[in-house]
Structures are given as structure tokens and as C-alpha cells.
């Protein structure tokens, strides 16, 4: 808690600091001036929690400073002090509710007392506004749902509502639905959240709007923006100025619904939000749909029929040309495309990674994850941009095999194949191994380290260690979690082959790829 002593006389200023131990009585600075017009400067800067201040100063007196400072510092809490038993000092001390009145010559425990009271004050009034502001983001949280469902629906329930919050609201009020989607697969912390929210209200208040806030279900955020129709210029602030406080936290698409007039309308604003935002996944991640929101003005080619049988065949002929130009028209059907669900092109990207798949196991080719992990993989993917990426990039890797490497022993394929299928099951042996390929034990280990240079476990370990690379790379993955997924239970013992293989600990080593994307 910081203090602010205000007197013209340094003697009593100098006196009243080295008499009491402050920090005892949980004061953790102490700050002064000499007259009111310097306190009133100081208390702008600091931020005082309590004042101790002199009635009779040159310039401008005490009570007049306390007058002032009610309307910089709302919840300051005024002690007097005077070496004169003035009535009409103590009535103006009283109104501005002042906890006490300490008479000249000082006594330092008496001033001791009177700030101990001062502070218990302090305190029960930051815990009243505290939960004062508390109930209100609840109160505002509880409207904001309500508002995503047709007005008829929770009719009373809202007018209720907009009663008890302190909110200007009129039938000419317009409201604006923004529909933030985010990459998170859990809830934020509620500091942050409430920090988020209050500084988009301070922002605002720029243009003489404001705004309630709910986060419906992990990953989806709503703000309902009222107050007066904003103009290009402000919406263009307001977009950006959400763009850049959640680039800070996580990916994000945003989705600015229609602005209408009236509560009743405000389901309406959001409904054309969740519109828009259901095609965010064909816009790169940060991007801002609004209704005015220009989209790709070219037709987009037309796909064939059945595009995973055309992208099987140019993958069994080994046709790269071909196949890149495959994957450049399917890029340009459904890039920004508003027409196309989100889930009918995962449905379709998930065909042609089951065709990849197929075709490097034709062609005994080690390429990638169990089919099970694929789905989980496409489900977390954000944006289409992303995916296709994954697509193409995979794509690359399977010609760079088949081009580079000669034709694999078929025993090593398969070997090679099912530690790719199994690697994740920490009890994965050698004798597991041999018995999939119908070989001993004994044999198996000789073969393999005859064929490859390596041995059994030397590739089962570096398997591993890529895949753990691979998660680590991704921030959606919690490292506790990541062990456990390469098929180690025991996260020590992760962390130490981790360092082994690497040179870095699994936390330096995310730090690390961190620090390359930004």
C-alpha cells in the first residue's frame, strides 16, 4: 500500500516518516509533498491508496485537494491533520469521509492508529469493488449468453439484466456481434480473460461504445459491441485492435457479425457472425471476416469426380509434374471458397492422405502415422491453408522417397512399418517385432543391423525421438503429455533420452522452436 503525506512544513513531513515503522503496519512507500496543488500532482503519478494530509496550506488547502482527488482517485481514503480545532474544517473532513482527524502536535500513535484504520478501510473497499466488478462480469457474461439465443426466448431475463449493469442502453443503441474463433483446447485462465475484456472496453471507450463478453465453449469467444453505429474508420480500428491483443495469447480467425439496431436484434448480429465464421477455416489464421469482407473474385477450377482416385493414380505412375499440378487446383477449388463446408474438405484431404498411405505401402515406402492418428491430426488442424500445407509437404516426402531411395527389403519394410504402427506402445519388444515378421528373435536383430546399420532398438529410440520432435514443435501439446504419446510413461527418463539424442531438454528444445517462428 503506498502513502501520501501532504504538508508545507518539512519538519513535519521529515518527522511523521522516521516515527513509525510503516512497513509493520503493511505501508510499502511512503511519498510526500508541500502543498495541495504538488499533492494532487504526486497523487496522479503514485497512485496513493491513503492520504495524510495537512487543512491548512498555502496555495491550495487540504480539503480542497481531497475534493479534487475524489474525482482522480475514487477510492482514496483521506486522514486530516491541523493544529487548529476548526468546526468548519471538521464538517468538510467528515463529508469527504475521512477516517480521522489528528490534532497538532502529533502524536505518532495516534497517526500509528489512524492509518492502521486507514489501511483496514483501504482494504474492505478494494474488496467490495473487487467483488463489485466480479458480480458485473458474471452479470455481463450471463447477458451475453442470452443474447446468442432469439430474444423472444429470455425476453425477461434480459431486460433484467440490462437493469442491474451499469450500461447505456437505449432502443437506438446498435449492437455488433464479434465471434472470435481460437486454437486453444482449453479454457484461458480467468485473469486473462477478465484482463482481455477490460481492455477491449477501455478501448471503446474511444468511440463512446462499449461492450459484454461470454466465452461459449472452449475455443469460442463473444463480444457484443453497444453504443453508437461505428464508422469505417473506427470498425477498421476495432478490427485491428482485436487482431493484435489475441495475437498475443493464441491463432485466432474473427467474425464481425451485421451492426443493427436494438437489443432484439443482437441475436440477429451474432447468428450472421456465426455465419461467417464457419468458413474461417478456408482464411488464413489472424484473418477478420466481416459482412464487407472481400472474398477470392476468381472461379475456381473445377475438381474431378473422384479427385482421390485421379491422386492415386499420379502417385502409383510416380508422376510428380502431374501431381503438383493436382494438388495447385485443388489449393485454388477451395481456397476462400464460401460455398464449401469446412468438413467436406477434411473429408477429401483425408482421402488423399489415406491414399499416400496406400500407395508408399505399395510401394514400401515408410512415410507416417496410423490411421487413427491421422484423424486425431486433422481435427486439430486450423486453418485449410494448414492443411493443404500438410498435404503437400507430405507429398514432397513421399517422391523424395521414392526417388532417392532404392527398393527396400521387403522384411525391413515391414519391420519398419509396424514400429511405425506400434511405436507409441511403451511394452513395443524386440520379440514383438519378430513375431509380426514370423523370424526369431536372435535372427531378426542380425538381419536388421546387417541391412540398415543400425539395430532394433537404435531405430525404435530415434523413431521415437522424431516424433517427439514433431509434437514438441506443436505448441497444442502439453510436453507432461508427449512422453506418454512417443511410448515412454516414464517423463524422467523421456527427458534424459530426449537430451541424449538431441543436445536439448524437451522444454529448450520447444523454447528453441519458438524462437524460429517468431
Known amino acids: 500500500m503506498k502513502l501520501l503525506i501532504v504538508d508545507d512544513e518539512e519538519l513535519t513531513?521529515?518527522?511523521?516518516?522516521?516515527?513509525?515503522?510503516?512497513?509493520?503496519?503493511?505501508?510499502?512507500?511512503?511519498?510526500?509533498?508541500?502543498?495541495?496543488?504538488?499533492?494532487?500532482?504526486?497523487?496522479?503519478?503514485?497512485?496513493?491508496?491513503?492520504?495524510?494530509?495537512?487543512?491548512?496550506?498555502?496555495?491550495?488547502?487540504?480539503?480542497?485537494?481531497?475534493?479534487?482527488?475524489?474525482?482522480?482517485?475514487?477510492?482514496?481514503?483521506?486522514?486530516?491533520?491541523?493544529?487548529y480545532s476548526d468546526k468548519e474544517y471538521l464538517k468538510a473532513a467528515i463529508k469527504l469521509k475521512a477516517v480521522n482527524y489528528i490534532e497538532k502536535p502529533l502524536n505518532p500513535d495516534e497517526i500509528r492508529e489512524a492509518i492502521i484504520e486507514a489501511r483496514d478501510l483501504c482494504l474492505e473497499k478494494k474488496r467490495t469493488r473487487h467483488n463489485q466488478s466480479l458480480h458485473s462480469i458474471e452479470s455481463a457474461s450471463r447477458l451475453a449468453l442470452l443474447l446468442t439465443q432469439p430474444y423472444a426466448h429470455a425476453k425477461e431475463?434480459?431486460?433484467?439484466?440490462?437493469?442491474?449493469?451499469?450500461?447505456?442502453?437505449?432502443?437506438?443503441?446498435?449492437?455488433?456481434?464479434?465471434?472470435?474463433?481460437?486454437?486453444?483446447?482449453?479454457?484461458?485462465?480467468?485473469?486473462?480473460?477478465?484482463?482481455?475484456?477490460m481492455s477491449v472496453r477501455e478501448f471503446l471507450r474511444t468511440f463512446h461504445m462499449d461492450c459484454i463478453f461470454v466465452e461459449k465453449r472452449v475455443q469460442y469467444m463473444v463480444y457484443f459491441l453497444l453504443g453508437p453505429a461505428p464508422g469505417p474508420a473506427a470498425r477498421k480500428s476495432i478490427q485491428?485492435?482485436?487482431?493484435?491483443?489475441?495475437?498475443?495469447?493464441?491463432?485466432?480467425?474473427?467474425?464481425?457479425?451485421?451492426?443493427?439496431?436494438?437489443?432484439?436484434?443482437?441475436?440477429?448480429?451474432?447468428?450472421?457472425?456465426?455465419?461467417?465464421?464457419?468458413?474461417?477455416?478456408?482464411?488464413?489464421?489472424?484473418?477478420?471476416?466481416?459482412p464487407l469482407h472481400e472474398t477470392a473474385s476468381e472461379k475456381e477450377p473445377e475438381l474431378p469426380s473422384s479427385p482421390e482416385n485421379e491422386f492415386l493414380t499420379l502417385l502409383s505412375d510416380k508422376n510428380k509434374e502431374k501431381t503438383e499440378e493436382f494438388l495447385e487446383k485443388l489449393f485454388q477449388h477451395y481456397n476462400e471458397n464460401l460455398k464449401t463446408l469446412p468438413n467436406q474438405a477434411k473429408d477429401l484431404y483425408y482421402k488423399l492422405f489415406r491414399a499416400l498411405d496406400e500407395t508408399a505401402l505399395q510401394l514400401?515406402?515408410?512415410?507416417?502415422?496410423?490411421?487413427?492418428?491421422?484423424?486425431?491430426?486433422?481435427?486439430?488442424?486450423?486453418?485449410?491453408?494448414?492443411?493443404?500445407?500438410?498435404?503437400?509437404?507430405?507429398?514432397?516426402?513421399?517422391?523424395?522417397?521414392?526417388?532417392?531411395?532404392?527398393?527396400?527389403?521387403?522384411?525391413?519394410?515391414?519391420?519398419?512399418?509396424?514400429?511405425?504402427?506400434?511405436?507409441?506402445?511403451?511394452?513395443?519388444?524386440?520379440?514383438?517385432?519378430?513375431?509380426?515378421?514370423?523370424?526369431?528373435?536372435?535372427y531378426v536383430c542380425?538381419?536388421?543391423?546387417?541391412?540398415?546399420?543400425?539395430?532394433?532398438?537404435?531405430?525404435?529410440?530415434?523413431?521415437?525421438?522424431?516424433?517427439?520432435?514433431?509434437?514438441?514443435?506443436?505448441?497444442?501439446y502439453k510436453i507432461s503429455d508427449i512422453s506418454s504419446r512417443v511410448g515412454y510413461s516414464d517423463g524422467n527418463y523421456f527427458g534424459k533420452s530426449f537430451k541424449k539424442y538431441t543436445g536439448f531438454s524437451p522444454s529448450e528444445y520447444r523454447d528453441k522452436k519458438e524462437g524460429e517462428r517468431i
Request: hydrophobic share 35%.
Open 364 to 442: 514400401k515406402l515408410t512415410l507416417s502415422d496410423s490411421q487413427e492418428n491421422l484423424i486425431d491430426a486433422l481435427e486439430k488442424i486450423f486453418s485449410f491453408y494448414e492443411l493443404h500445407q500438410k498435404l503437400v509437404k507430405k507429398t514432397e516426402y513421399f517422391f523424395q522417397t521414392a526417388n532417392n531411395t532404392e527398393e527396400e527389403n521387403s522384411t525391413i519394410f515391414l519391420i519398419k512399418n509396424y514400429i511405425g504402427q506400434k511405436y507409441m506402445d511403451e511394452t513395443l519388444s524386440v520379440k514383438d517385432i519378430s513375431d509380426h515378421v514370423f523370424l526369431s528373435t536372435s
Open 240 to 290: 485491428d485492435f482485436f487482431c493484435n491483443l489475441y495475437s498475443r495469447y493464441t491463432r485466432f480467425c474473427i467474425a464481425s457479425g451485421d451492426t443493427l439496431t436494438g437489443i432484439s436484434r443482437a441475436y440477429q448480429s451474432y447468428t450472421s457472425a456465426v455465419i461467417l465464421l464457419q468458413n474461417s477455416f478456408f482464411f488464413p489464421a489472424g484473418t477478420f471476416l466481416s
Open 157 to 197: 431475463s434480459i431486460s433484467q439484466l440490462v437493469q442491474e449493469l451499469p450500461l447505456s442502453i437505449s432502443t437506438s443503441t446498435t449492437f455488433t456481434a464479434i465471434v472470435l474463433k481460437t486454437d486453444t483446447e482449453e479454457d484461458f485462465p480467468f485473469s486473462e480473460v477478465s484482463a482481455m475484456y
Open 446 to 476: 542380425t538381419f536388421f543391423k546387417n541391412e540398415t546399420g543400425q539395430t532394433l532398438n537404435q531405430y525404435l529410440t530415434e523413431y521415437r525421438m522424431e516424433k517427439a520432435k514433431q509434437l514438441l514443435a506443436d505448441p497444442r
Open 13 to 83: 513531513r521529515t518527522g511523521v516518516i522516521s516515527s513509525i515503522d510503516w512497513q509493520s503496519i503493511g505501508i510499502e512507500e511512503v511519498l510526500q509533498a508541500d502543498d495541495g496543488l504538488n499533492g494532487i500532482e504526486a497523487a496522479r503519478t503514485h497512485q496513493p491508496d491513503i492520504v495524510l494530509c495537512d487543512v491548512r496550506m498555502p496555495r491550495m488547502d487540504g480539503i480542497t485537494m481531497l475534493e479534487r482527488l475524489e474525482d482522480i482517485i475514487p477510492d482514496i481514503v483521506p486522514v486530516f491533520m491541523s493544529g
